[in-house]
């Protein structure tokens, strides 16, 4: 046990509960963040019953005043923020002449601009203190525009630039940002052709530990079976 924080954003059933569990199993109090709170309170009890505190915040990513809220109140109830995940996104499956501007936009908004106040909140954050890891999930769709995927393309191609871009500013002050190309279906089954969410978490912890001689940033995951 120790008194450091992360910030989860994003957190379903998926990789954000995995996330979730293990840095939980590692120590780490966990803020968990999503639209609805409720779906989380399960998930609380149970890191809980691990011996480690939990909060569920009802949050916003692409509202900076919701941003900064559930950053101040992460720090003042769990200890210091060591580590920020930012793992939301909108995906939107339509042919380019059938997406809407609304979608676009709200694709964009949720893949990308959440990223960037999660971020730039996050950093406010670790920089007087020169440490800290600011990850960003993403997605096959961060390095191919696949057909009728414009919308998710575009949102997932800019955090990829936004996660670069914070990476060669904050490294030398003591941050660590890394982006994971999560290039696959996250999901369980008998013959390992998907990726594991406990396996993509354990990935995430891993990076985080390493020692800055040996930091990564963009961080490839996808199951043996994978064309790529």
């Not at 990789?15 to 590692?26: D, H, N, Q, V, Y």
């Amino acid at each position: 046990m120790h008194n450091e924080s992360v910030v989860i954003v994003g957190v379903g059933s998926g990789l954000g509960t995995s996330l979730a569990k293990r840095f939980a199993e590692s120590g780490f109090s966990v803020s968990l963040v999503a639209r609805n709170r409720e779906k989380l309170l399960p998930l609380v009890s149970e890191i809980e019953s691990l011996g480690t505190n939990a909060i569920a915040i009802r949050a916003h990513a692409t509202t900076e005043s919701s941003v900064k809220k559930l950053f101040a109140r992460t720090e003042k109830e769990l200890g210091p923020i060591s580590i920020a995940v930012y793992n939301a996104s909108l995906r939107i499956r339509k042919p380019v002449l059938e997406i809407s501007s609304e979608e676009f936009i709200n694709a964009w908004k949720l893949s990308c601009y959440g990223g960037f106040l999660v971020g730039w909140e996050a950093a406010k954050y670790m920089i007087p203190r020169g440490k800290g890891s600011i990850f960003f999930t993403g997605a096959t769709a961060s390095i191919k525009g696949f057909p009728s995927s414009a919308a998710f393309a575009v949102g997932k191609f800019g955090l990829l630039g936004l996660a670069e871009s914070m990476a060669r500013e904050l490294q030398p002050r003591g941050i660590h940002v890394a982006h994971f190309v999560i290039d696959g279906v996250i999901g369980r089954d008998s013959k390992d052709s998907k990726l594991d969410p406990d396996a993509i978490a354990e990935t995430y912890y891993q990076v985080h530990t390493r020692h800055r001689t040996s930091w990564s940033f963009n961080v490839e995951l996808r199951p043996w079976v994978e064309k790529f």
